[in-house]
Each structure stands twice: as structure tokens, then as C-alpha cells.
């Protein structure tokens, strides 16, 4: 018996230009999705899952991993409706298992997804990846979002680089900026204007980790023994960049953070998705280390590294070549599912923008379909190479 990554690929639904057809002749034997037309907070029906799930195993695709069932700014606040969101929650996670989904992937990272300050990076060979500048970042904070209690929040140092950064930007690149940042959460398609922004970060202004902490973990009391009942594995992402930015409090950003949550709340359906792209744009981390001490409590694995170019800015590098030593992080992966007899739900994370791709706008940022299969093609070249070598003997295919 072979245990290996099940190979997917990330699939926005209909409105995603690559076609299911597409997505299987990338070598993918499952797509990892989400009903990403029903807003935040509202219950996925089993009808609605099922009609989904047809189409996708009609084109000979398999799902079970769902990415993500967002929560809702509510239930991180613990404001407004969200016990009626918790509910909405629970009902979701039942509906999602009556119809065969055993994964759900979600993150807790207030009012912002993942973060960044250009989409369009070039590097040598032409590609597009993107890109993360914490002196840019900062000179937004500053001077476009003049957020109160930016300035205090950095050393002096800090401060004149993001000064000083500012002042040389041309207006266009200001712009440039502003809209990437203002882009919003990924796969949602929305886009923020400053004011919402404004109003948003005033709203966490008495949350602090500590209580964020809190909010998560009373979430997971509620639905982690709803999910454990259904058959449900839960899988926490790590916050993107793993670091707070916007003064907000960024609570799953390393293994502390995971143990924290761990402890609190001890049930194996209280998951995590190893995301090590994520992971990787904290240089404190040591992710192979990460993925043996939580071996048994990851359920879901995103491929991906960052290359940092100094102490302020990473781009998102190629899946074999980065920060991130990948042949060791696979290989531990690949010793974890033998060990536990399991095959893990695998995705390149973000992909770069590559030949045609440019010119087909549609793409989400990190997902146009010739970077998703160019990432999946090296991974799963790494893991096949691995896995024979590592087992040959038990295989007795070789
Ligand atoms: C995802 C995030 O598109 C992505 O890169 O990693 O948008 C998101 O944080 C995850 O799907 C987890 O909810
Ligand atoms: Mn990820």
C-alpha cells in the first residue's frame, strides 16, 4: 500500500477560467473548493453542496477538502449576530459531511486575507510572482491610511526608511500600491476603499491577541465537537504574512500559536493547514520541525515557498527553489503518511503568472492555471521520487 499525497489543485467554481477539464489534465486527482457564491455566515443546504459536488465528479475529479468556510468578522469580535453565526457554522459542517466533504479549511485573520504590496513582481525569466515590502507597507500605514498609532508602533529607524520611501514613490506607484493592498480577500473578488478599512480597524481597536485568542478558542469549543461528531477534520491556515500588520493582532503565525490552541482545545478535528508559504514569511519558524511536532493534527498541506531578498521583503519563489528547504519538508511529509497510514490533501499554494497566462486577466492573483500546474508537476515529480526511494522494498513495484 502506497501512501502519497492526494495531488489537488485549487478550483474557484465556475467563474475560475480553467475549466474542471483543465484542472484534470494537470495531473490533479481532486480539486479543493468552496461554494464561494453563498456570502460569509450563511448556511451551505445540502442541496446547494451536492449540486456542486456533481459537477465537480462528473468531470472525474474528486472533493472532499473544502477551502474555506469563512468566518465571519462577527465571530471574531464576538459582536453583533455571531451566535447565530456559530450556528450557521455548525449547520454548515454537518450539511458539508452528509455530502462526503471530511476537510474544511478556514483561517481567523481579522478583516484582511492574506497580505501584500505588489502582485505583479517580475523576475529574471520574465514570470510574475508576488511580492511583500515592509517599507512600502509601512509608508501606506503611514501616510495613506495615517493610522492612528502607526507611528508609535515603529522603531525611528522604521519610521525614516517609510519616510523616506514615501517621498521618492512616484504618484502612480502610490496608487499601484493602494490598490494592491485595497485588493481584499482573495477568491472573494471584493475590494476595500480606505474608509472601510478605517471603520474596520477601529473595530478591533479594544481586541487585542490575548482576547482574539479567546474569540478562536471559544469558536472551537462550539464547533470542533460538532465536526468530531460529523466526521469532520478541521484545518486552521496561518495568517499571510505570519506576522501582525496593521496593528492588528495576528494569532496563528507559528508553533507556539498552534500549541496555544492545541492545549485548549485537544481534539484531532481541532486541525491545522500546513500552509508553508504562509509559515515560510516568518523567519522564525522551522517548519520541518513544525510539520513532526504537529504530525498528527495536520490535515491538509499548501505547498509554497518565500525567498527573502532582505530583513524587509520576500517574494513567493518557486515551489522548489526558496527559503524553504522543500526536498526535507516533503520527506517529512512522506514518512507522516506512512506512519499514519494516510494519504494527505496536497495543493501548490500560490502559482506564478507564466507565458499566456499574462495575457489572460481573469486569473485570480497566485492561481493562473499554468502556475497552479506548473507548481503541482514539480511537487508531485519531488514526492514520487521520495516516496520510491524511501519504500521501495515494502512497494515491491520497483
Ligand atoms: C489562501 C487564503 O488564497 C490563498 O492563498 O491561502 O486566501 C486563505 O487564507 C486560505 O484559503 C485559508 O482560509
Ligand atoms: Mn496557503
Known amino acids: ?41 450563511e448556511v451551505w443546504s445540502v442541496d446547494e453542496i451536492q449540486r456542486y459536488k456533481q459537477n465537480i465528479t462528473s468531470s472525474g475529479l474528486a472533493w472532499h477538502v473544502v477551502e474555506s468556510v469563512n468566518v465571519h468578522e462577527d465571530i471574531k469580535r464576538r459582536t453583533g449576530n455571531y451566535r447565530q453565526y456559530i450556528e450557521n457554522y455548525k449547520t454548515t459542517l454537518r450539511n458539508l459531511a452528509a455530502c462526503g466533504i471530511d476537510v474544511v479549511t478556514y483561517n481567523f485573520m481579522p478583516v484582511l486575507d492574506w497580505v501584500r504590496t505588489d502582485l505583479g513582481y517580475t523576475l529574471e525569466d520574465g514570470s510574475t510572482a508576488m511580492y511583500f515590502d515592509q517599507i512600502d507597507f509601512w509608508a501606506f500605514e503611514l501616510f495613506v491610511l495615517q493610522r492612528e498609532g502607526a507611528k508609535t508602533s515603529l522603531t525611528e529607524e522604521a519610521y525614516r526608511m517609510a519616510e523616506e ?23 472573494e473578488g471584493k475590494s476595500f476603499t480606505i474608509d472601510y478599512v478605517k471603520d474596520q480597524l477601529d473595530k478591533y481597536r479594544h481586541i487585542d491577541a490575548a482576547t482574539l485568542r479567546q474569540h478562536l478558542i471559544l469558536f472551537l469549543e462550539e464547533i470542533i465537537p460538532v465536526a468530531e461528531e460529523a466526521g469532520i477534520r478541521m484545518a486552521l491556515h496561518p495568517d499571510d504574512p505570519s506576522f501582525s500588520v496593521l496593528g492588528l493582532p495576528r494569532i496563528v503565525t507559528c508553533e507556539n500559536d498552534y500549541r496555544l490552541l492545541a492545549e485548549a482545545v485537544p481534539s484531532l478535528a481541532n486541525g491545522i493547514c ?18 513532526r511536532h504537529f504530525a498528527d493534527r495536520i490535515h491538509f498541506v499548501h505547498l509554497r515557498g518565500t525567498q527573502r531578498l532582505s530583513p524587509y521583503q520576500f517574494y513567493e519563489a518557486s515551489h522548489l527553489d526558496s527559503s524553504v528547504d522543500m526536498y526535507q519538508l516533503v520527506r517529512s511529509f512522506v514518512e507522516i503518511m506512512h506512519r499514519r497510514e494516510i494519504c494527505l490533501p496536497m495543493r501548490p499554494d500560490h502559482g506564478h503568472h507564466l507565458f499566456g497566462d499574462l495575457d489572460n486577466k481573469q486569473f485570480l492573483y497566485g492561481y493562473s492555471l499554468l502556475g497552479r500546474m506548473k507548481g503541482l508537476a514539480e511537487l508531485r515529480g519531488l514526492e514520487t521520487g521520495i516516496e520510491r526511494s524511501l519504500y521501495k522494498d515494502e512497494s515491491g513495484e520497483q
Open 274 to 291: 500546513f500552509c508553508a508559504g504562509s509559515l515560510s514569511s516568518n523567519p522564525g519558524n522551522d517548519l520541518l520541525e513544525m510539520s
Open 165 to 187: 520611501r514615501f517621498r521618492s514613490m512616484q504618484e502612480a506607484d502610490k496608487q499601484r500600491m493602494l490598490d494592491v493592498i485595497l485588493s481584499g480577500i482573495p477568491g
Open 1 to 41: 500500500m502506497r501512501f502519497h499525497f492526494e495531488q489537488s489543485l485549487r478550483w474557484f467554481g465556475p467563474h475560475d477560467p480553467a475549466t474542471l477539464q483543465d484542472i484534470r489534465q494537470t495531473g490533479a486527482s481532486a480539486v479543493i473548493t468552496a461554494l464561494h457564491h453563498i456570502p460569509v455566515g
